[in-house]
């Protein structure tokens, strides 16, 4: 025969499974959450721009590119000082990134040997731009940052009510 304890402790085990599983639950979904703007990324079209006109500044000067700011992904595939693209400039002699666009390293190097300061340049490249699928998983994936704010306020809570359960049954039956 169950003592009053042994039937509170066997009380609490189903409470306490029952929390254990939703926090397993929701683990998981916070990783499905956490992979679905990756994947998304991955289904987004690519679009080419060829023979975009940019003017050139300086070695270390970035030249925005009109649609570098808000890309999830930019790849220049060749600089020309022409739009025949006959004189072409090699990767190792530039830089393209998000947000920032073109940056030239070293112009000195044989890249262009008439490139001076405003000259104009026409630049080849993809890019991938953020959709409502992409939006919606961002969104979605903030919002769930938010949980982890006040989850362990809330463990700790249940925590707390749990052992103060214990404790008055305890001192009950005591």
């Known amino acids: 025969m169950k003592t009053k304890k042994g039937q509170a402790i066997s009380?609490?085990?189903a409470v306490i499974t029952a929390l254990v599983a939703v926090a397993i639950v929701l683990a998981i979904g916070f990783l499905i959450f956490s992979e679905t703007t990756t994947q998304i990324v991955d289904k987004i079209a690519t679009v080419s721009?060829?023979?975009e006109s940019v003017t050139f500044v300086d070695n270390g000067t970035y030249i925005a590119l009109e649609f570098s700011p808000d890309a999830l992904e930019l790849s220049c595939t060749s600089i020309n000082a022409d739009a025949?693209?006959?004189s072409y400039c090699a990767p190792e002699f530039y830089t393209c990134t998000i947000q920032q666009g073109l940056l030239f390293e070293n112009k000195t190097l044989g890249c262009f040997t008439n490139t001076t300061p405003s000259q104009e340049l026409f630049v080849n490249y993809s890019y991938k731009l953020p959709d409502k699928g992409y939006n919606?998983?961002?969104d979605v994936t903030n919002a769930t940052a938010d949980i982890a704010t006040w989850l362990p306020i809330f463990v700790i809570t249940i925590i707390g009510g749990v052992l103060l359960a214990l404790v008055a049954l305890f001192r009950r039956a005591g």
Request: proline share 0%.
């Open 11 to 13: 009380g609490l085990h």
């Open 49 to 51: 721009v060829l023979n």
């Open 84 to 86: 025949d693209n006959a």
């Open 136 to 138: 919606s998983s961002v």
